[in-house]
């Protein structure tokens, strides 16, 4: 399978603490994606980061890429309770189309105010 | 500016019936790319249609098919319901082409009884 896992699987923090998600994958890769999820909602875009990228900042995100170790961390700067979700890392699909992603399973992050 | 709109939000059926459900993509995107969410998992891709055609599919039986409409809209079917078929059902819609993150909709929650 090419299915990415993500680490944790839930993570509780308290409001102005850093959170941070890894996530692993298992095939060569030309972006890797994070994405997020309220409770029972669609999900919504946060960063792409391309294959020659190692590090790219929005805002409170910061997200990592090693290629070598096939993995990704994202971190969450001064989290809120607003931030309480669940986040998805997810690649494209060798030989596949852009809008064929493989999602792992996701971290539930709790941020407690 | 509409983002992805999907309809109906919820839907109960019972084991054997057929469903189907429908998507709007956000404005200027023609590409439209159906998930499959059970609960606690990440979303699994269905397929993905282009110009009215099924440009790709993942690993979904036959009883999963789809239509993509002039105007970009698309419909996914289910026939005779299981009741692992019970689960989230989101779209996706893209720009053609490059590495254009994913705009999701809020999902069909799906209960086969």
């Known amino acids: 399978s090419q299915q990415g896992e993500e680490d944790p699987q839930a993570l509780s923090i308290q409001e102005g603490e850093n959170a941070t998600m890894n996530c692993s994958y298992k095939?060569?890769?030309?972006?890797l994606q994070w994405y997020r999820q309220n409770s029972g909602r669609g999900l919504v875009h946060l960063i792409l980061?391309?294959?020659?990228?190692r590090e790219k900042h929005s805002g409170r995100l910061r997200v990592t890429l090693d290629t070598s170790k096939k993995s990704s961390s994202l971190l969450i700067t001064a989290s809120r309770a607003a931030d309480t979700a669940s986040y998805f890392c997810?690649?494209?699909?060798?030989?596949?189309?852009?809008?064929?992603?493989?999602f792992g399973k996701g971290t539930k992050l709790s941020v407690k105010p | 500016d509409a983002g992805v709109t999907q309809s109906p939000t919820h839907l109960i059926k019972t084991r054997g019936q057929q469903v189907t459900l429908r998507c709007s993509p956000k404005?200027?995107?023609?590409?439209v790319s159906w998930y499959q969410q059970a609960l606690g998992q990440g979303p699994q891709f269905i397929f993905q249609?282009?110009?009215?055609?099924?440009?790709q599919r993942g690993n979904f039986p036959d009883r999963f098919s789809g239509h993509q409409f002039p105007n970009y809209s698309s419909e996914l079917n289910v026939n005779a319901l299981l009741l692992g078929d019970s689960a989230l059902y989101l779209c996706?819609?893209?720009?053609?082409?490059?590495?254009?993150?994913?705009?999701f909709g809020n999902g069909t929650r799906l209960t086969v009884t």
């Open positions: 996706a819609s893209s720009p053609a082409g490059g590495n254009s993150p994913l705009h």
């Open positions: 404005s200027g995107h023609d590409t």
């Open positions: 997810a690649t494209p699909w060798v030989g596949g189309s852009q809008g064929n992603l493989i």
């Open positions: 980061i391309r294959s020659n990228e």
């Open positions: 249609y282009y110009e009215e055609e099924e440009r």
């Open positions: 095939t060569s890769i030309n972006n």
